[in-house]
């Protein structure tokens, strides 16, 4: 079992940043992608990046050049840097870590971004 806590959502005017972490516990050692989703009002929940725990990135092609996917050296806590934020980035958030048998769902972080 994985258990995933979340911060570092809030309200951000166009063109700010916000930084988003999501801290693992549990059998951390069986992670083997850690990433984050979103889903708006009324639309899918969508991949915005990934990392794999060899540091493999992949990003959601309206995310391209403004966030960056990281994690820390002891692989339990995964960052979403998030610059140039636009309107259409307003979402909920959730982290999710994948292991070879299951993935596991953060409860979700608001970012609004509005003037």
């Known amino acids: 079992q994985v258990q995933l806590v979340e911060s570092g959502g809030g309200l951000v005017q166009p063109g700010g940043s916000l930084r988003l972490a999501c801290v693992a516990s549990?059998?951390?050692?069986?992670?083997?992608?850690m990433g984050w989703y979103r889903q708006a009002p009324g639309k899918q929940r969508e991949l915005v990046a990934s990392i794999t725990i060899g540091g493999r990135t992949n990003y959601a092609d309206s995310v391209k050049g403004r966030f960056t996917i990281s994690r820390d050296n002891a692989g339990n806590t995964e960052f979403l840097q998030m610059n140039s934020l636009k309107p259409e980035d307003t979402a909920v958030y959730y982290c999710?870590?994948?292991?070879?048998?299951?993935?596991?769902w953060g409860q979700g972080t608001q970012v609004t971004v509005s003037s």
């Open positions: 549990g059998s951390i050692s069986s992670i083997s992608v």
């Open positions: 999710y870590v994948a292991t070879l048998s299951r993935a596991y």
